[in-house]
């Protein structure tokens, strides 16, 4: 598969990994299936290259993903802060993986900058920080992060350097970033990739079982729960949107990645075009969008909420505001109380 790479970048990144005998490798917290998938597949290849690697994530694993090879190997700057700081100040590299902003590690975002190391980063966001790192490969096109991995090692190492190990996360991340294949899909060097991961005797059968067919009874529960109260629907404007407070959290024991995909169930409509999830936590509120066709979301929450994502998939923090102060913001921005 031919794909605009910088071909001085590749070099320099082979010779870069060629040299470092100790890699970090940090992505986004509230890690979803592609920050799993980009940063634990990045661990398997470069671990196979014969490099100490070590996995950084700002709040660790979550549960929903544990089963995934090497989920156990994953510092947590939340529990081992020291250690992720240690970590950063000893590396001679850091791959940076599934995030555009520095400030998406949260507090991993200081002892990331501080740094000394070479420093490369692989996303598929918009407005990819440039200034923080010596090599960036941005494809905003590409499905997931995962995906993007993937082309890289095969263009910089051969599609042989990705191990069993190595494909279990690619193919992870790249089945729960396209929503199994149910958006972001259009290219075909997406197919091409799950193709060559397939080819290396993996399970699609178990893995897509893992990823989507793990709900606990509490996690069921909720989702019927927010189905049915705290779903509003607005058929005129082909919008419908969750809100989500602490307490419906509590009342379930729901954790933030098994709210993963909730936003999702708003375009199972056939009259909905844009769906939101308007979630509440103890220091902000999080606004999750999401659009069919052509509508642009990320737009709305880059100049509306000051985030960003992709066109058809975006997120955005607010802080100092209340559940109800965003929900009317939202309302007024999509006109909804003209309805």
Not at 280 to 299: G, H, L, P, Q
Not at 311 to 334: H, N, P, Q, R, W
Request: aromatic residues 10%; charged residues 25%.
């Amino acid at each position: 598969m031919s794909l605009p790479f910088d071909n001085q970048q590749l070099i320099t990144l082979r010779d870069w990994v060629g040299e470092a005998s100790r890699i970090v490798v940090v992505a986004h917290r509230n890690a979803d299936g592609d920050a799993m998938g980009s940063a634990l597949g990045m661990m398997h290849v470069l671990r196979a290259l014969g490099k100490d690697v070590v996995v950084v994530l700002p709040n660790g694993c979550p549960d929903t993903f544990a089963w995934m090879p090497g989920g156990n190997d994953i510092l947590s700057g939340e529990k081992s802060y020291d250690a992720c700081c240690a970590a950063f100040v000893a590396a001679d590299l850091i791959v940076a993986t599934d995030f555009n902003q520095c400030y998406r590690v949260a507090m991993l975002e200081k002892p990331l900058r501080d740094a000394r190391c070479r420093k490369v980063l692989i996303d598929h966001h918009e407005g990819p920080d440039r200034d923080a790192f010596d090599i960036v490969f941005s494809e905003p096109p590409m499905s997931s992060a995962s995906e993007l991995c993937y082309w890289v090692v095969s263009a910089v190492w051969g599609s042989d350097s990705v191990t069993h190990d190595a494909a279990e996360c690619f193919y992870t991340g790249i089945r729960t970033d396209t929503g199994g294949m149910n958006f972001s899909c259009s290219h075909p060097s997406l197919y091409e990739a799950v193709a060559d991961l397939v080819a290396k005797d993996i399970d699609p059968d178990r893995l897509n079982h893992l990823i989507f067919d793990n709900f606990s009874l509490q996690r069921l529960q909720f989702y019927a729960f927010a189905i049915s109260n705290r779903l509003r629907v607005f058929p005129e404007h082909k919008l419908a949107y969750f809100y989500i407070s602490i307490a419906d959290q509590k009342r379930f024991g729901i954790s933030s990645a098994e709210m993963e995909g909730l936003v999702n169930y708003t375009l199972k409509m056939n009259d909905i075009e844009i769906g939101l999830l308007i979630r509440e936590e103890y220091t902000r509120i999080k606004i999750s969008f999401r659009a069919k066709f052509d509508y642009n979301v990320e737009r709305i929450a880059r100049e509306h909420f000051g985030g960003g994502g992709h066109i058809k998939a975006a997120g955005a923090d607010c802080t100092g505001m209340k559940l109800e102060e965003v929900i009317d913001k939202i309302e007024d921005i999509f006109h909804l109380k003209d309805q």
